[in-house]
């Protein structure tokens, strides 16, 4: 009983020959306890593992290997478990509990599957502390496995702020102030540079290199970094611009021939400005040349609650003359002019009595032109049209007169900014004008069709009716 027996063929367990010092002169890694701490029962249980192999006649490189792959089995097996603890019990109870809040902020966060990225770090924080705790003095490869693995977990870190971020920027683009102030750019420089750091944190564990001499060499590179990264730079510094000074917003109708671009904004980032034109086709444009070249923002034109009229007709300057009486009395049964040609005719009159003038020569004093009439006709035709914009300028005026004829501009507003409803306003007030025209005795002014000449080769000696 008090003796110690020897099994056959076996060592006894001095110091001399613990796996400990075995080990060590093979340069092979260690489970031995290096200092007391927190974790010495974990790795006393390896080590008494390996004791125990090798009290099976197990020699101690062997039973050192025995016991690391069976630890590492361990390790590998309780982060399989953690994953499926965090993705399968701890993500679907938060996730439950997050739905039935009456807040809509954590709900952004689970569609962006924040939560999904964060329990990524359950089975890799097992294998870290697995691996640290159990072979806290080992060399080579399991150095290389824990570098991967905090590696990995400082990536996983950057995905859940990235995604984070993209949350955030979904909550905020539902505020009212989102439209006017977009953050979208700014989040997007701030990933960029969470993303230089994560790079140079990860190559710094990896490579097992001090991260101030990464940064040192990285400022070595500005000049390449400035090259690299010259679009996201502009980008960063224009989409600031665009922000302060509200050049552009999200759901502004903008045009930009030069990328034919003309359509609503429906994204802003860092680096390109998305805009769907009208036939659903969608641009790019770099963000920086909103700053450089030109463009037309039409929110001017939505906000003031009216569309601009803007167009003329051009009319043959051999079919304007004098009205005469039989004119006027014609006229005058039009509802729009009766009351212009009652004031008008009583002022005339008034002015030529009060001058003395004769008026039997046509040339002499003032008179109604069937133009002068027209125009007075168009203007209280815009005024009677419910869907011309009250508020807003309106008026008929004469151009400068072409080879082409004498132009009559329109310019008003309709009271309806829709694209469709717009184009429909316009088209019937100019129908109308087309059609009244030749009541006035005026004729619009078109170049010769083939119609044209094929009556005049009709009729030669009626040129003036062709």
Known sequence: MGGTKKRPGSTPL?????????????????????????????????????????EQGVDARSAEYIAIGTATAAILLVAFIADRIAKGIILVAVHRLILRTSTDWDDVLVDRKVFVVLSHLAPAAVLYWGFHSLFPESEGLLRVVERVVLAYMMLVGFFVAARFLDAVNDVYSRQDMARKRPIKGYLQAIKIGLFLVAAILVMATLFNQPVLGLFSLLGGLTAVLL????????????????????????????????????????????HTVKVQNWDKTYT???????????????????????RRIKRSINIDMNSVTFCDDEMVERLKKIDALREYLASKSEELKKHNE?????????????????????????????????????????????LAPTAQGLPVE??????????????????????????????????????????????LNQHPGNGEEA
Not at 365 to 394: I, W
Not at 433 to 441: C, K, R, S
Request: some cysteine; glycine content about 8%.
């Open 354 to 398: 009060k001058y003395g003038i004769d008026t039997s020569i046509k040339v002499n004093g003032r008179r109604m032109t069937n133009l002068g009439t027209f125009r007075a006709y168009l203007g209280e035709f815009l005024k009677r049209n419910p869907y011309v914009h009250e508020g807003m300028t309106m008026l008929v005026r004469h």
């Open 410 to 455: 329109i310019y008003c507003f309709s009271n309806d900014q829709a694209w469709a409803n717009y184009e429909n306003i316009q088209a019937d007030i100019f129908d109308h004008i087309l059609a009244v025209i030749p009541e006035f005795g005026l004729r619009v002014f078109q170049e010769p069709t083939g119609a044209d000449f094929r009556v």
């Open 227 to 270: 090259l690299v990264f010259r679009d996201t730079i502009l980008g960063f510094v224009a989409s600031i611009w665009l922000t302060n000074n509200d050049m552009v917003r999200k759901g502004d109708w903008i045009s930009m021939p030069k990328y034919d671009a003309d359509g609503d904004v429906v994204d802003i980032t860092i």
């Open 14 to 54: 001095t110091r001399s020959t613990s796996p400990r010092n075995t080990l060590a002169k093979e340069g092979l890694p260690s489970v031995a306890l290096a200092k007391k701490g927190r974790f010495d029962t974990l790795r006393g249980m390896v080590e008494s593992l390996v004791q125990w192999i090798m």
């Open 284 to 306: 790019t444009i770099p963000t920086y040349a909103l700053i450089s070249d030109a463009f037309t923002n039409w929110r001017g034109m939505q906000e003031s609650g009216g």
